[in-house]
């Protein structure tokens, strides 16, 4: 009975865990698609500007029509990267650029 038990609690864990970074991951893209949008689209080609909400929904739609992870078994770290890195580069990487404009 403790097996069973301990095996419910890790499936349990293991969905809660992956809906929290899930829901992480939505919003730290939809923030950097906002800032982006908000420093490069709005200015230079006189679009409206997107809020929070509609910018995580775009970046949603947008992920789920481009990208595809293949994950790789040498490297474990790629999903690390693919929810908190790449996000976080697009932002550093577009604060530098909009110094130029």
Do not use: C, H
């Amino acid at each position: 009975m403790t097996d069973i038990l301990a095996a419910l609690l890790l499936v349990i864990g293991s969905i809660g865990l992956f809906s929290l970074i899930l829901s992480f991951s939505v919003l730290v893209n939809g923030w950097a698609l906002w800032l982006l949008w908000g420093w490069f689209m709005v200015p230079l080609l006189s679009l409206p500007s997107l809020t929070l909400a509609q910018s995580i929904g775009v970046g949603m739609a947008v992920s789920y029509a481009t990208y595809s992870y293949v994950p790789s078994k040498e490297n474990d770290k790629g999903l690390f990267a693919v929810v908190i890195v790449r996000p976080l580069v697009a932002v550093l990487l577009g604060l530098i650029v909009k110094q130029f404009i």
